[in-house]
């Protein structure tokens, strides 16, 4: 019970941990967009196209929301820290003084607003792009840490797989299934055909019965030499 609840646990860490990173990911695009958005304003801006200025202007808040407050459904959302927060308010503050800026600034003046909000918004990409190279660094140390405890505590204490089932101990360790689950997750369905072919032979009665006997017969074969 206490492998079962481990083994749980650890998949739920695993698998929040890379939601987040993918969180992270499309934050990052977004993030990106913001710096497209303000040079199509520009360009708006220096042809006196008001209605494409409006347009870029709807785009650029709706994207500082969705980076606000995030969407689970894609995932995206940003990993805050105490920096992101401050770079993100900095943001919002250019975004507001450019804004301002459409009804009464010459060409040069908006230009340079908006090449300013570029190099905060490039800030911000940065700060996020570190974040998610200290998750990613912690992701893989967890799984380090994780595969040690298995194999140093679990096969250890059952002597593997194949002479754990010879000696008629037919149950599945649940630290190693879950293990499974988890690498199916991670890469995909070519991985997840092979080993469900392999857990099936192994774990049926069937798979269970044909290690016994080649077991047997290569202990007899060894005795008999």
Same mark, same amino acid.
């Given at each position: 019970?206490?492998?079962?609840?481990?083994?749980?646990?650890?998949?739920?860490?695993?698998?929040?941990?890379?939601?987040?990173?993918?969180?992270?990911?499309?934050?990052?695009?977004?993030?990106?967009?913001?710096?497209?958005?303000?040079?199509?304003?520009?360009?708006?801006?220096?042809?006196?196209?008001?209605? %494409? %200025?409006?347009?870029?202007?709807?785009?650029?808040?709706?994207?500082? =929301?969705?980076?606000?407050?995030?969407?689970?459904?894609?995932?995206?959302?940003?990993?805050?820290?105490?920096?992101?927060?401050?770079?993100?308010?900095?943001?919002?503050?250019?975004?507001?003084?450019?804004?301002?800026?459409?009804?009464?600034?010459?060409?040069?003046?908006?230009?340079? =607003?908006? !090449?300013?909000?570029? =190099?905060? +918004? !490039? !800030?911000?990409?940065?700060?996020?792009?570190?974040?998610?190279?200290?998750? /990613?660094?912690?992701?893989?140390?967890? %799984?380090?840490?994780?595969?040690?405890?298995?194999?140093?505590?679990?096969?250890?204490?059952?002597?593997?797989?194949?002479? /754990?089932?010879?000696?008629?101990?037919?149950?599945?360790?649940?630290?190693?299934?879950?293990?499974?689950?988890?690498?199916?997750?991670?890469?995909?369905?070519?991985?997840?055909? +092979?080993?469900?072919?392999?857990?099936?032979?192994?774990?049926? !009665?069937?798979?269970?019965? %044909?290690?016994?006997?080649?077991?047997?017969?290569?202990?007899?074969?060894?005795?008999?030499?």
């Amino acid at each position: 019970l206490v492998f079962l609840l481990a083994g749980l646990a650890s998949v739920s860490i695993t698998l929040w941990v890379t939601w987040q990173l993918e969180g992270g990911a499309a934050a990052v695009n977004e993030a990106g967009r913001l710096r497209m958005q303000v040079f199509r304003m520009q360009l708006s801006f220096q042809n006196h196209e008001q209605h %494409l %200025l409006d347009q870029g202007n709807a785009r650029f808040s709706a994207s500082l =929301q969705l980076l606000r407050e995030g969407d689970p459904s894609r995932p995206l959302q940003i990993l805050w820290t105490p920096s992101l927060r401050a770079q993100f308010a900095r943001i919002e503050e250019g975004w507001q003084h450019l804004s301002r800026m459409q009804t009464a600034a010459t060409l040069p003046e908006f230009r340079a =607003q908006g !090449d300013a909000l570029v =190099q905060v +918004i !490039d !800030d911000l990409v940065t700060l996020l792009e570190r974040e998610m190279v200290r998750w /990613t660094a912690g992701l893989h140390l967890y %799984l380090a840490f994780k595969t040690i405890v298995r194999y140093h505590f679990v096969d250890d204490e059952s002597h593997g797989t194949v002479d /754990t089932f010879v000696h008629g101990k037919s149950s599945i360790r649940p630290l190693f299934v879950i293990d499974e689950i988890i690498q199916c997750i991670l890469q995909g369905f070519e991985y997840l055909f +092979i080993r469900t072919l392999y857990l099936i032979t192994v774990y049926s !009665d069937a798979g269970i019965q %044909l290690l016994r006997l080649t077991y047997k017969g290569s202990s007899s074969q060894q005795a008999y030499a």
